[in-house]
């Protein structure tokens, strides 16, 4: 059974920087392209970025490109997102997401496995 589990959020002011962390377990992580998504309120579930299995291939949404950074540590079954120039519509919940294959790239459709969530609340 994968399961997903993010860290990280909190609230920081505009101009700020946080890292958020999945951490995963149950399969064989490396076999799993992974993606950060994000939800505010009344709006639907985006992707933020995504990466390969082998962390080598990345894509990011325009709205975050130059700011936000997605890696992965297959040895340590961890994901990452650091967050940089924050900006109140960075406010939301993030989600980290699994599915199996080599490519991330697909929509929020074509993951199968989702963490619990982390809120992350940019101040002005």
């Known amino acids: 059974q994968v399961q997903l589990v993010e860290s990280g959020g909190g609230l920081v002011q505009a101009g700020g920087s946080l890292r958020l962390s999945c951490a995963g377990s149950g399969h064989t992580f490396n076999y799993y392209a992974m993606g950060w998504f994000r939800q505010a309120p009344g709006k639907e579930r985006d992707v933020v970025g995504t990466?390969?299995?082998?962390?080598?291939?990345?894509y990011y949404a325009d709205s975050v490109k130059g700011r936000f950074t997605i890696s992965r540590d297959n040895a340590k079954n961890t994901l990452y997102l650091q967050m940089n120039s924050l900006k109140p519509e960075d406010t939301a919940v993030y989600y980290c997401?699994?599915?199996?294959?080599?490519?991330?790239?697909?929509?929020?459709?074509?993951?199968?496995?989702w963490g619990q969530g982390t809120q992350v609340t940019v101040s002005s």
């Open positions: 997401a699994a599915r199996y294959g080599r490519d991330g790239s697909a929509p929020v459709s074509g993951y199968s496995y």
């Open positions: 990466i390969n299995w082998g962390g080598y291939s990345t």
